[in-house]
């Protein structure tokens, strides 16, 4: 079992940056493939980005390109979401998700282990 936690979330205004972080304890940290999802109200969960368990290959979808960065330190079984130039579409409860899939997670069905979520809210 992995157990996550994540943090950082809040409300911001747009154009601010926020760094999520994700603590995971339980089983080994770091031969998985690790995420972030997030999801709107009356939304479903979608990918937002995924690091290999080295940190050397992220993903990450189209819409936050150039403005997310997902990093991870395994010294302190931690991986963070630098969010940069928040947009009110950015608003969602973030989740970060641990995978033993060998190929790359980019699906809920994907990850094996989830966190409860940080609400991130963005103003106008």
């Known amino acids: 079992q992995v157990q996550l936690v994540e943090s950082g979330g809040g409300l911001v205004q747009a154009g601010v940056s926020l760094r999520l972080s994700c603590a995971a304890s339980?089983?080994?940290?770091?031969?998985?493939?690790m995420g972030w999802f997030r999801q709107a109200p009356g939304k479903e969960r979608e990918f937002v980005a995924a690091i290999s368990w080295s940190g050397g290959s992220t993903y990450y979808t189209n819409s936050v390109k150039g403005r997310f960065a997902i990093s991870r330190d395994n010294a302190k079984n931690t991986v963070y979401l630098q969010m940069n130039t928040l947009k009110p579409e950015d608003t969602a409860v973030y989740y970060c998700a641990a995978s033993r899939l060998l190929g790359i997670p980019t699906t809920t069905r994907d990850y094996d282990y989830w966190g409860q979520g940080t609400q991130v809210t963005v103003s106008s």
């Open positions: 339980g089983r080994t940290f770091r031969p998985y493939f």
